[in-house]
């Protein structure tokens, strides 16, 4: 009973959480005589709590905090999504490691999907940079409210089986070994659809460049539920294409000198203690709740910024 | 956990850990460098070539006419403005946006030695596409 009780009570300082930062900035973007410091510092606690429930959710940070971000926010989308590319960025180079060692990224995955994707990603920075500010929002509201139906729609396979691999998947040697730490089994995964898989990264990089956001919501499905990889293997590799291709969308950005560093700053170092606190909670929280509560928000997000495009809720 | 982790590491291919440890080190180099930087420019350091005050009144303008405002050039001509504060936080940006480069170069001699072509190809491809995307060539201008 206690228990129920405390539990309840974490979802609910949980649902505050995602929701309190888009609401608080909401309600303070018509507040402009507010101090210069105020906006980084919200932006870092945004960052942080978004950071927290990004984790349980099992999407990217970046997914959240584009649109929210540019729908709450007093900054230009064009700094926005440089942004939103770092803080992808960051997460994915710091986890890389880790994940490499631990056989939850394969390179051998990794390499060609991100080679296809980079190239695709640096000509989706460009022209969302090109793009008027009004299309692109009302683009990104329709994307995140497809991200919204496909969260909702999308399964999930443990350990698919890739029956028979491809030739291109025999020839590039696409196979490993992953060690379940929670269960301690041992998977000797091969992969498939090798050919199709490289269309859709390459679909994949265009949008994360044009829009600076994460594109893990959709690197899992296409690795887990087309190619064949093991689920925790799909989300490991995710982050490491990301890596490469939002390493290669950012310098568009750089270069175009749509990244501020009083903005990109505080997000990437909010979200990466934030991060840190999700890993610890992903135990305690029920991730099914809190992805409910995070297509909330994103469906929140999306619609504002669908309105934004349309010039209906400016 | 750590059992775990060592007998997980024990199974993966030699040069997905030599690819690991460097992304390791490239990113604690450019993680440290974008702390230090902001820390700098944060508290008063390292003056900045738009006053915080200023930039507040800016940061909702479309980058075109931030840039205008600003007199802030694109591509590399900012190293000529690294002297301030909140461009010489671009440094450690582009450290982490180039910190993949060492990594994928330390593979193409251990692919090699395999005989593994296609692998070493499809990395000297990656790294040539990361210095076209940061030469700027396909992105300076308006």
């Known amino acids: 009973m206690l228990a129920t009780l405390r539990h309840r009570c974490l ?12 609401h608080a900035a909401d309600v303070l973007l018509t507040a402009n005589h507010l101090p210069w410091w105020f906006w980084p510092l919200a932006l870092f606690v945004t960052s942080f709590l978004i950071g927290i429930v990004a984790v349980p959710a099992g999407i990217g940070g970046g997914t959240l905090f584009v649109p929210i971000v540019a729908g709450f926010f007093p900054f230009h989308l064009d ?15 710091a986890a890389g490691p880790m994940l490499l060692r631990g056989g939850l990224s394969s390179l051998r995955l990794t390499l060609p999907l991100a080679l296809l994707a980079s ?63 929670a269960s301690g ?20 990089g265009l949008l994360g460049g044009m829009f600076g956001i994460g594109a893990g919501w959709a690197n899992v499905p296409a690795l887990n539920l087309l190619m064949g990889a093991p689920l925790k293997v799909s989300a490991g590799t995710s982050g490491l294409v990301l890596s490469l291709v939002d390493s290669s969308a950012a310098w568009v950005y750089v270069n175009k000198g749509a990244v501020l560093p009083m903005i990109a700053v505080p997000s990437v170092v909010g979200m990466m203690l934030g991060a840190k606190i999700g890993a610890r909670l992903l135990n305690v929280l ?29 | 956990m750590k059992a775990t982790h060592t007998a997980a590491a024990g199974q993966q291919p030699s040069e997905q850990l030599r690819y690991a440890r460097w992304l390791d080190w490239g990113t604690r180099l450019g993680l440290l460098a ?17 006053p915080h005050e200023r930039l507040a009144t800016l940061w909702s303008l479309p980058v075109a006419q931030f840039l205008a405002a600003t007199g802030l050039p694109t591509g590399w001509q900012w ?3 690294a002297q ?28 090699l030695q395999r005989g593994e072509r296609v692998f070493a190809a499809i990395c000297l491809a990656e790294v040539a596409v990361l210095l076209l995307a940061a030469s700027g060539v396909l992105s300076v201008g308006h």
Not at chain 1, 11 to 22: G, H, M, Q, R, T
Not at chain 1, 296 to 302: D, M, Y
């Open chain 1, 11 to 22: 979802v609910a300082v949980v649902c505050l959480l995602v929701l309190a930062p888009a």
């Open chain 1, 79 to 93: 700094f926005v999504r440089g942004a939103g590319l770092l803080v992808a960025l960051a997460s994915a180079l």
């Open chain 1, 119 to 181: 190239i695709s990603s640096i000509f989706g920075a460009m022209l969302g940079l090109t793009l008027p500010p009004a299309a692109i929002q009302l683009t990104l509201g329709l994307m995140v409210l497809g991200i919204v139906a496909l969260m909702l729609v999308s399964k999930k396979s443990e350990f698919p089986q890739a029956k028979r691999p491809d030739r291109w998947s025999d020839a590039l040697a696409i196979h490993g070994v992953f060690v379940d730490g």
């Open chain 1, 185 to 204: 089994s041992t998977d000797h995964w091969r992969s498939h659809h090798t050919r199709l898989g490289l269309l859709l990264f390459a679909g994949i």
């Open chain 1, 286 to 314: 029920k991730a099914t709740l809190i992805r409910k509560m995070v297509i909330s928000v994103l469906l929140f997000a999306g619609v504002r910024a669908l309105l934004k495009g349309l010039g209906v809720w400016v």
């Open chain 2, 34 to 50: 974008l702390a230090g930087l902001f820390l700098a420019y944060g508290t008063g350091m390292l003056q900045p070539h738009v």
């Open chain 2, 79 to 81: 190293l000529q403005f």
């Open chain 2, 84 to 111: 301030h504060g909140d461009v010489a936080n671009l440094i450690g940006i582009c450290l982490l946006a180039s910190c993949s480069l060492p990594a994928l170069l330390a593979l193409v001699p251990a692919y």
